[in-house]
């Protein structure tokens, strides 16, 4: 096959032709579409997100039954909720979920009852610190109900009677996720992976769906070297879930990335895959590398699901990539992470940060020069006039860096590197030097 017209078709349509307020814009509109649903570990919340994506991208969606056996995991009973409130003595709603589904307790079970103000306090969760925020909670695997809040609100409240009210239910169902495969030439795969469990948190969690989504919409059109995994499921169960049912497809991932908070305005942050040297840790590094603000960290087993994507039985190739990491920005968690916090701006920087990856990946091989004694007499071919132009400089380079280092040992990402030319010039001239018979790329 042709991998010049796989990756530069690649290339136009992931990165070239857009202008970055125009991406921006749409991922924001994804990320909006999304942001209104009370999402969680399970339940129909999830179910909508992934019908709502749907309009984007052919997601295929699988239902895994509550009660099934992933590894140490069972997947939990499935919990959907229809209202929450609390009134007041006379019977005013001072926190209803209709407004924001953060009040709840994700997770709660149902409830009705009539509590002292004391009483109540046991079952509120609130943020002292920012007293104007509610913050988001969650109870997957110990039952119980509660509430969050505003503490200033709360602080206000009088002592009397409070009624509580949660109509949700925990029952017999399933866990829900999404997954688009794209075929590209090769069965090797790269995975793409985002969360989908969180409820209104437009950073840690619409973004990196919706940047996802927005890729994902330009994939499907597009014919490419690696096939392209694209996966939708909830944090950590999810994860686990997918990998439990896919040990099969497993072995095919050769690079991956997991992608949440992609919208603030800090970072851009790459975390290394457990690897270290994975090839998507040494193609991040260097896109990233004297961008302002960019930071490059070691692999933790911290984070998202790249603890469990690279947990040591399958330790795949996949690093995390956000713009502020996770829990370090004060609106983490919070009502304050809201549709206002992210920009199209930042949404549009990350997505071409992770285009330029993608195409970095398609296009690297290890170029072999096919006449390695002395230098090819390049005038004689024609190719000193064909490179001519403002770069031409640079395009000479590029040429005489390819030839030296293409002993089948060196990537294309090497060879930029060491040169310290875009990887584009370098993968240009390969393509240019075997078109001439002087290089076989392999
Ligand atoms: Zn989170």
Same mark, same amino acid.
Not at 331 to 351: G, K, N, Q, V
Not at 398 to 409: E, I, P, Q, R, S
């Given at each position: 096959?042709?991998?010049?017209?796989?990756?530069?078709?690649?290339?136009?349509?992931?990165?070239?032709?857009? %202008?970055? &307020?125009? &991406?921006?814009?749409?991922?924001?509109?994804?990320?909006?579409?999304?942001?209104? &649903?009370? +999402?969680?570990?399970?339940?129909?919340?999830?179910?909508?997100?992934?019908?709502?994506?749907?309009?984007?991208?052919?997601?295929?969606?699988?239902?895994?039954?509550?009660?099934?056996?992933?590894?140490?995991?069972?997947?939990?009973?499935?919990?959907?909720?229809?209202?929450?409130?609390?009134?007041?003595?006379?019977?005013?709603?001072?926190?209803?979920?209709?407004?924001?589904?953060?009040?709840?307790?994700?997770?709660?079970? *149902?409830?009705?009852?009539?509590?002292?103000?004391?009483?109540?306090?046991?079952?509120?969760?609130?943020?002292?610190?920012?007293?104007?925020?509610? *913050?988001?909670?969650?109870?997957?695997?110990?039952?119980?109900?509660?509430?969050?809040?505003?503490?200033?609100?709360?602080?206000?409240?009088? %002592?009397?009677?409070?009624?509580?009210? @949660?109509?949700?239910?925990?029952?017999?169902?399933?866990?829900?996720?999404?997954?688009?495969?794209?075929?590209?030439?090769?069965?090797?795969?790269?995975?793409?992976?985002?969360? &989908?469990?969180?409820?209104?948190?437009?950073?840690?969690?619409?973004?990196?769906?919706?940047?996802?989504?927005?890729?994902?919409?330009?994939?499907? +059109?597009?014919?490419?070297?690696?096939?392209? +995994?694209?996966?939708?499921?909830?944090?950590?169960?999810?994860? @686990?879930?997918?990998?439990?049912?896919?040990?099969?497809?497993?072995?095919?991932?050769?690079?991956?990335?997991?992608?949440?908070?992609?919208?603030?305005?800090?970072?851009?942050?790459?975390?290394?895959?457990?690897?270290? %040297?994975?090839?998507? %840790?040494?193609?991040?590094?260097?896109?990233?590398?004297?961008?302002?603000?960019?930071?490059?960290?070691?692999?933790?087993?911290?984070?998202?699901?790249?603890?469990?994507?690279?947990?040591?039985?399958?330790?795949?190739?996949?690093?995390?990539?956000?713009?502020?990491?996770?829990?370090?920005?004060?609106?983490?968690?919070?009502?304050?992470?809201?549709?206002?916090?992210?920009?199209?701006?930042?949404?549009?920087?990350?997505?071409?940060?992770?285009?330029?990856?993608?195409?970095?990946?398609?296009?690297?091989?290890?170029?072999?020069?096919?006449?390695?004694?002395?230098?090819?007499?390049?005038?004689?071919?024609?190719?000193?006039?064909?490179?001519?132009?403002?770069?031409?400089?640079?395009?000479?380079?590029?040429?005489?860096?390819?030839?030296?280092?293409?002993?089948?040992?060196?990537?294309?990402?090497? @060879?930029?590197?060491?040169?310290?030319?875009?990887?584009?010039?370098?993968?240009?001239?390969?393509?240019?030097?075997?078109?001439?018979?002087?290089?076989?790329?392999?």
């Amino acid at each position: 096959m042709n991998r010049q017209n796989h990756f530069q078709v690649a290339g136009a349509s992931l990165a070239g032709d857009l %202008d970055s &307020i125009a &991406i921006g814009d749409e991922i924001h509109g994804i990320a909006a579409e999304i942001y209104p &649903i009370c +999402r969680s570990i399970t339940g129909n919340g999830v179910r909508r997100t992934l019908q709502a994506l749907k309009r984007h991208l052919p997601l295929v969606v699988h239902e895994i039954p509550s009660g099934t056996q992933v590894f140490d995991w069972v997947v939990p009973p499935e919990w959907n909720i229809r209202e929450a409130y609390i009134a007041n003595s006379a019977g005013e709603r001072i926190v209803d979920f209709r407004h924001n589904n953060l009040h709840v307790l994700s997770y709660s079970v *149902p409830v009705h009852a009539r509590l002292s103000l004391e009483q109540l306090k046991k079952h509120i969760h609130t943020l002292p610190e920012q007293p104007a925020l509610i *913050p988001y909670r969650t109870s997957y695997y110990a039952e119980q109900w509660g509430f969050c809040m505003a503490h200033e609100q709360l602080a206000k409240l009088p %002592d009397g009677l409070y009624e509580v009210h @949660i109509d949700s239910s925990l029952e017999e169902g399933s866990l829900t996720y999404g997954e688009y495969l794209h075929r590209g030439a090769l069965r090797e795969e790269v995975l793409l992976s985002a969360h &989908i469990c969180h409820p209104s948190l437009a950073n840690d969690n619409c973004s990196g769906v919706a940047l996802l989504a927005a890729l994902a919409r330009r994939i499907v +059109r597009m014919r490419t070297r690696y096939s392209y +995994r694209f996966l939708f499921a909830p944090g950590t169960i999810g994860a @686990i879930t997918w990998l439990a049912r896919s040990e099969h497809a497993v072995r095919r991932i050769h690079h991956g990335l997991v992608l949440s908070c992609l919208g603030d305005a800090g970072g851009p942050t790459y975390k290394r895959s457990r690897r270290g %040297d994975a090839a998507i %840790d040494r193609t991040m590094a260097y896109l990233l590398k004297g961008v302002g603000g960019a930071k490059v960290i070691d692999f933790t087993p911290l984070g998202y699901d790249e603890r469990q994507f690279c947990s040591p039985g399958f330790n795949l190739p996949m690093g995390s990539f956000q713009r502020s990491q996770h829990g370090s920005f004060p609106e983490y968690h919070t009502s304050a992470d809201d549709l206002d916090f992210i920009r199209p701006e930042h949404l549009a920087d990350s997505y071409r940060v992770i285009a330029a990856a993608l195409q970095i990946l398609e296009q690297d091989c290890k170029p072999r020069n096919l006449m390695p004694k002395c230098e090819p007499q390049l005038g004689r071919r024609g190719l000193y006039a064909m490179i001519g132009g403002k770069d031409s400089a640079a395009k000479t380079k590029a040429l005489l860096w390819v030839l030296n280092m293409a002993d089948g040992t060196h990537c294309m990402l090497d @060879i930029a590197e060491r040169s310290d030319l875009p990887f584009a010039l370098i993968a240009e001239a390969a393509r240019l030097l075997e078109a001439h018979g002087l290089v076989k790329r392999c």
